[in-house]
């Protein structure tokens, strides 16, 4: 008789064990789902850039997710987060490959080059030259 409940508990515990594993599945693949949804949204950004015209605009974060002037300030004026350097009269070209090689995940300076990676990744090649046009004609 007790052997019998026993096998009883363990079967339902089996039975529950297995449902829950279906869940998990379905969570799964939802997750999976969503991340392919957002996956394709963020390619077609890249690949038409954020239509933005105006590096002041992406500089400030009107358009791009994440404003530049938060970290760096609104004149460039500052070490972002207390380390990087002060952008403001950088050069272009100097901006822009700094930029790109963020894009790209190749650039490391301080420990934080994947943080800028993630300021980065959405912006097209144009995005990218506005924005380092914006930041170089900065008073
Ligand atoms: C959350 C804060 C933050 C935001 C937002 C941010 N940055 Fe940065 N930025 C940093 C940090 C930290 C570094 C240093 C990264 C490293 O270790 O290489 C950096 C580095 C840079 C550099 C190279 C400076 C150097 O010293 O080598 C440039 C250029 C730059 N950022 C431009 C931008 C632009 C343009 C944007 C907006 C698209 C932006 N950043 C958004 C924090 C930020």
């Given at each position: 008789m007790?052997?019998?409940?026993?096998?009883i508990?363990?079967?339902?515990?089996?039975?529950?064990?297995?449902?829950?594993?279906?869940?998990?599945e379905?969570?799964?693949?939802?997750?999976?789902?969503?991340?392919?949804?957002?996956t394709?949204k963020?390619s077609?950004d890249?690949?038409?850039?954020?239509?933005?015209?105006?590096?002041?605009?992406?500089?400030?974060?009107?358009?791009?997710t994440?404003?530049c002037?938060?970290?760096h300030?609104?004149?460039?004026?500052?070490r972002a987060?207390?380390?990087?350097?002060i952008?403001r009269?950088?050069e272009?070209?100097?901006i822009?490959?700094?930029?790109?090689?963020?894009?790209?995940?190749?650039?490391d300076?301080?420990?934080m080059?994947?943080?800028?990676?993630g300021?980065?990744?959405?912006?097209?090649?144009?995005?990218?030259r506005?924005?380092?046009?914006?930041?170089?004609?900065?008073d």
């Open positions: 007790l052997t019998k409940s026993i096998s508990v363990v079967l339902v515990f089996l039975f529950l064990g297995c449902e829950q594993v279906d869940r998990v379905d969570v799964a693949k939802k997750y999976q789902d969503d991340t392919t949804e957002k394709e963020i077609d890249i690949d038409q850039g954020l239509g933005a015209t105006s590096g002041k605009e992406l500089y400030n974060g009107t358009v791009n994440s404003s002037a938060g970290c300030g609104s004149n460039a004026e500052k987060l207390g380390k990087s350097d952008i009269h950088w272009v070209e100097t822009i490959q700094a930029l790109q090689e963020y894009k790209e995940g190749t650039r300076q301080y420990g080059g994947s943080l800028m990676t300021q980065v990744k959405y912006l097209s090649d144009s995005d990218i506005n924005i380092a046009n914006y930041i170089y004609n900065l």
